[in-house]
């Protein structure tokens, strides 16, 4: 499975973005899709995860923000993240594993490349 992550950009506070996840060679039906993202300086984190049942997963920095999407029709995943503060600025990752865990990057076998996204203050 190919992942490509697109959708970053620079925002100002409180603005939205939504970040796209397309995959190609393979259907990401069965695959749970996380995105990740790894600020400057920092180790990369778990932002967010939808399982293949639809199940989703957010950690607490963005629980009520950011909503996870998937359409599998599209072999796509979609992050919708508003509100957005400078502290979300980071290089954000999409990547297709067995299942959810925000905590263990080992569960994901696919990675895209990275989409950059600033936020203003």
């Known amino acids: 499975v190919q992942l490509q992550a697109s959708g970053g950009g620079l925002v100002q506070t409180g603005d939205s973005l939504r970040l796209s996840c397309q995959a190609s060679?393979?259907?990401?039906?069965?695959?749970?899709i996380g995105w990740f993202r790894q600020a400057p300086g920092k180790e990369r984190e778990g932002v967010s995860c939808i399982s293949s049942g639809g199940d989703k997963t957010y950690s607490q920095s963005v629980k009520g923000r950011f909503t996870i999407s998937r359409d599998d029709a599209k072999n796509t995943g979609s992050l919708q993240m508003n509100s957005l503060q400078p502290e979300d600025t980071a290089v954000y990752y999409c990547a297709g594993g067995l299942r959810c865990n925000l905590n263990i990057e080992g569960l994901y076998d696919y990675w895209g490349q990275g989409t950059q996204v600033t936020v203003s203050s």
């Open positions: 060679g393979e259907s990401l039906d069965y695959y749970a």
